[in-house]
C-alpha cells in the first residue's frame, strides 16, 4: 500500500503546482536556516581529536594577584610562567609533555625572486608532534637531544614548503629567518583543524602556524612571545627578569594515558605549587586544574553565546516556516473533503486515509530536504566569505547531511500531523449529502 500512497501523494502534488512549490520552498528555507547555525555550531564544538581528547590535559596553575581573582569566577590564569614550564617539564612526570608559545619571525628566501616575508612559529617541543599528530608529508620532527642541544631546526607546513622549495621535499635544506639558518627535518602535509585547539589564547579558529621550532631555540632569540603576555605585577627590566617573572605567555600541556596518571600528576602540581608557596610565590589557594581537550575548549567558550543564539534564532525561523507549511497542508486537505468522504464510504477506514495523507507530507519534507541541504551549502559558503575565521568550522560532514535529510522529514510529517488528523474526521455521509 505504501507505493500506491506514495503514487497518489505525488499525484495530488502535481495537481496543486504553486502550493505544492510554496510548501516545498517554505520547509527548505526553514531547513537551510537551522541547519546553515546548527552545522557552524556543531563543528566549532566537535571533538578536534576523538582518539586522544580524553588523555591530552591543558596545564593551568593560579599563580596570580592575592588581592583579586585572574577572572571574576575564581578560574585560574589561562597559561603559565616561563619558570613553572620549564620546571614541569624538567621534572618530567607526565607521559608526554610540551610547553609553547608563538613567534612573529622574518623569512629570508634564497631565491632572489621570493621577497622576505612575515611568517607565524610556533616555539615547542618535540613531543608535540606525537601529542597532536599532525600529519608529515617529508621527514619528521625534532627530538628530545635537538631539544637539550638547541637546535637550530625547523619543521615546515606544506604551504611554506611550496612557497619556498615549490613542494619538494626540503628535509635537509635551509632556511633564514631573521639572519639565522636553520635546517628542516620535516614537512607536513596537509593538517585541517576544526579549532586550533592546542592554542585557544588567540583565534580558536586560526590556521596553524607555518613554522615550528624547538622551545630552548626559540627562548634563545629573546624576543617577547606573539600573543597574550599577562602579568599582575610589572617584571623588572632584561630579558632575564622577565623569564622569572610571574607574567603568564606559555601554553603547557601533559598526555596522561589513564586516570590513575591523572591523579598522580595531579598531587605533583599540588606538591610542586605548596614548595612554591614556601618561596614566597603562588600567594593565591591552591587552585590547580587539569582539562582534557573538549573540558578545555568549553572553558575557552569556542563555541560563543553569538554562536549558540543565531542557531536558536534558525529553528525559531523553522518554526514559522513550519506553522505555514501547517496552514498551507490544512487547506489543502480540506479541499479534498469530498474525496475523502467516498473513499471512506467505500470502506477506507481513518487509519488508511491517515497513512495516505502522510505519506504525502513526507514527500514534501523530503523534496523540501534536498532543496534545503542544497541552500544550506549555499548559506555555508556564504558563512565562509563573510566570516574568514569560520572557514574550517563552515563545511557539512555525513553527520549533518543525515540530519538535514531526517530534520526535513520529521518536520514536515510534523507540520502535516493536523491537517492530517482533521482530514481523517471527514464525516462521510455528510460529504456525500454535498
Known amino acids: 500500500m505504501f507505493s500506491y500512497y506514495l503514487q497518489l501523494g505525488l499525484r495530488s502534488l502535481r495537481r496543486n503546482p504553486v502550493l505544492t512549490v510554496l510548501m516545498v520552498v517554505g520547509i527548505a528555507l526553514g531547513i537551510a536556516a537551522s541547519m546553515t547555525t546548527l552545522t557552524v555550531m556543531h563543528m566549532m564544538g566537535s571533538d578536534p581529536i576523538p582518539s586522544k581528547s580524553s588523555i591530552l590535559h591543558y596545564v593551568q596553575l ?16 589561562d597559561q603559565v610562567t616561563y619558570r613553572d614550564a620549564t620546571a614541569l617539564m624538567a621534572a618530567g612526570k607526565a607521559d608526554r609533555q610540551t610547553a609553547m608559545f608563538k613567534l612573529a619571525l622574518p623569512v629570508q628566501p634564497d631565491n632572489p625572486e621570493i621577497k622576505p616575508f612575515q611568517s607565524l612559529v610556533r616555539v615547542t617541543y618535540a613531543d608535540f608532534f606525537t601529542m597532536f599528530e599532525p ?15 638547541h637546535a637550530r631546526v625547523l619543521v615546515l607546513s606544506k604551504e611554506i614548503n611550496e612557497k619556498l622549495f615549490g613542494g619538494e621535499d626540503s628535509v635537509g635544506r635551509r632556511v633564514r629567518l631573521d639572519g639565522t639558518d636553520y635546517t628542516v627535518t620535516g614537512v607536513l602535509d596537509d593538517w585541517k583543524l576544526r579549532a586550533r585547539y592546542y592554542d585557544l589564547t588567540v583565534g580558536a579558529f586560526n ?16 624576543q617577547r612571545a606573539n600573543g597574550n603576555n599577562s602579568c599582575w605585577r610589572a617584571p623588572n627590566a632584561g630579558w632575564e627578569a622577565y623569564l622569572d617573572s ?13 586516570p590513575a596518571r591523572l591523579a598522580e600528576y595531579r598531587a605533583f602540581l599540588d606538591a610542586y605549587v605548596n614548595e612554591q608557596k614556601k618561596l ?36 525559531a525561523f523553522l518554526l514559522v516556516c513550519l506553522v505555514n507549511t501547517i496552514g498551507l497542508l490544512l487547506a489543502k486537505f480540506t479541499r479534498k473533503a469530498g474525496e475523502i468522504g467516498l473513499r471512506r464510504a467505500l470502506g477506507a477506514s481513518r487509519r488508511e486515509v491517515f497513512k495516505q495523507f502522510l505519506i504525502e507530507s513526507g514527500v514534501i519534507g523530503i523534496s523540501g530536504g534536498v532543496l534545503g541541504l542544497a541552500l544550506t551549502g549555499l548559506g555555508l559558503l556564504a558563512v565562509r566569505a563573510l566570516y574568514t575565521d ?9 553527520t549533518m547531511v543525515a540530519t538535514t535529510i531526517a530534520l526535513s522529514v520529521a518536520a514536515a510529517v510534523l507540520a502535516g500531523l493536523y491537517p492530517t488528523w482533521r482530514a481523517c474526521r471527514v464525516q462521510p455521509a455528510a460529504q456525500l449529502k454535498m
Not at 619528521?140 to 631539544?147: C, I, K, L, P, S
Not at 590556521?207 to 629573546?222: A, Q, R, S, V, W
Not at 569560520?390 to 555525513?398: E, Q
Open 246 to 258: 610571574d607574567c603568564v605567555w606559555i601554553q603547557m600541556w601533559v598526555e596522561l594515558r589513564s
Open 280 to 315: 614566597g610565590r603562588f600567594p593565591r589557594p591552591l587552585n590547580n586544574r587539569l582539562l582534557d581537550v573538549n573540558e578545555w575548549m568549553a572553558d575557552q567558550k569556542v563555541v560563543s553565546s553569538d554562536v549558540q543564539v543565531q542557531t536558536g534564532l534558525g529553528f
Open 207 to 222: 590556521e596553524p602556524e607555518e613554522l615550528f621550532m624547538p622551545f630552548t631555540t626559540g627562548i634563545d632569540l629573546k
Open 135 to 149: 600529519p608529515f608529508k617529508y621527514g619528521r620532527g625534532w627530538d628530545h637531544e635537538q631539544d637539550q642541544a
Open 390 to 398: 569560520y572557514k574550517s568550522v563552515a563545511t557539512l560532514d555525513w
Open 62 to 77: 593560579d599563580n596570580w594577584s592575592p588581592d583579586e581573582p585572574y577572572r571574576p569566577d575564581g578560574r585560574p590564569p
